[in-house]
């Protein structure tokens, strides 16, 4: 069972705080797919309440990487390689089809924009941040869908990072690395400013597919051990 401790929070009623130390032990692997979130021991490490903790467990649970058992607790989402394969399946259609829309109309503030995030996952990775590698690759990856113009495709793929941080995370714990050793999406950003729609699709494809296996592996392995109490 893994542990992790929990610095105190000086304002109890910051539960955006609670949330992100949450999320970065999720992420960090800290608290590990399907291990139950012991409430009284967080509360007291946090120097918090009980009521926020559990307001700031609530927003997890719907942002999907805890889930909540009615009489057993609250859990961090377990993950098995099918849950990975549907996602990133979908994502590789979604991409196609965000790529397409956006294509036409991209223009200065769209590149600005591209750089800017960019350069947001460059520093992560250079300070070695994982939290904030996923972060920030996530919103990278997300522009695409912000710039489409279709309020139903945008919604689809925000529902869909929930999921895709926590794979993010288990890709990272695969490699036994906090971030990836450098930056994977000089060759993404360049084909997003450039004039050939099909290469920047078929390279979103391959970037989703880089060392795929080798999450799926660990995620098969994580499914044969035993659950985690808290």
């Known amino acids: 069972m893994a542990k992790v401790d929990f610095s105190p929070i000086a304002d109890t009623t910051r539960r955006a705080e609670i ?4 999320r970065r032990a999720i992420l960090t692997g800290q608290l590990e797919p399907g291990q139950k979130l012991n409430e009284i021991r967080i509360s007291e490490q946090m120097r918090v309440s009980r009521a926020p903790l559990r307001e700031a467990m609530r927003e997890l649970v719907q942002e999907g990487i805890l889930t909540s058992i009615p009489y057993a607790g609250t859990f961090v989402v377990d993950v098995t390689a099918k849950d990975i394969d549907d996602a990133y399946s979908l994502n590789k259609v979604l991409d196609e089809f965000a790529i397409e829309r956006t294509w036409p109309l991209r223009d200065q503030r769209f590149f600005d924009e591209l750089d800017q995030r960019h350069e947001a996952v460059k520093q992560a990775t250079r300070n070695r941040d994982t939290t904030r590698q996923i972060e920030t690759a996530l919103q990278l990856h997300g522009l ?4 489409a113009d279709n309020s139903v495709l945008l919604e689809t793929w925000q529902r869909l990072t929930s999921r895709l941080q926590m794979y993010f995370a288990l890709h990272q714990q695969a490699r036994n690395e906090a971030v990836p050793a450098e930056d994977v999406h000089e060759t993404y950003v360049s ?18 597919d880089l060392d795929f296996e080798e999450l799926l592996s660990y995620a098969r392995n994580l499914e044969q051990r035993p659950s985690k109490g808290d």
């Open 191 to 208: 084909l997003l400013k450039g004039a050939d729609m099909r290469a920047a699709q078929r390279h979103a494809r391959e970037h989703i």
């Open 144 to 147: 695409i869908y912000e710039w």
């Open 19 to 22: 949330v992100a130390l949450l």
